[in-house]
């Protein structure tokens, strides 16, 4: 899920879906490339990046875990208050998906 406009008291939709649901385990991910790249998360050698952020440290794990299984690189985006970050990259992708730049596009954190 994600938060598209301003009309609520959260920063993120992840946020709001933790309030709501007591005792869940909510972890954000899963929110920057088109399904399309599920299955073949590569660009050429380069393997797309899935950021993810949550409260519970086992829940990460276990979501990074399948990002990996899936072939992305997880990065670990610290704690669930910080899903908004993650949403508002999820509308860069919708923009530029949405204009000549097309779906086929993902986003991968450079480090040295």
Wanted: glycine content about 12%.
């Amino acid at each position: 899920t994600n938060r598209f406009g301003t009309d609520s008291q959260f920063d993120s939709a992840a946020e709001e879906i933790a309030l709501n649901t007591p005792g869940s385990r909510v972890v954000k991910a899963f929110n920057t490339i088109g399904y399309e790249r599920y299955g073949r998360p590569n660009f050429g050698s380069e393997r797309v990046s899935m950021f993810l952020c949550g409260d519970d440290v086992n829940a990460k794990s276990v979501v990074g875990g399948l990002t990996e299984e899936l072939g992305f690189e997880p990065v670990d985006c610290g704690l669930l208050s910080n899903a908004g970050m993650l949403e508002s990259l999820a509308r860069l992708w919708i923009f530029l998906a949405g204009k000549s730049v097309g779906r086929n596009v993902g986003f991968r954190l450079l480090r040295e």
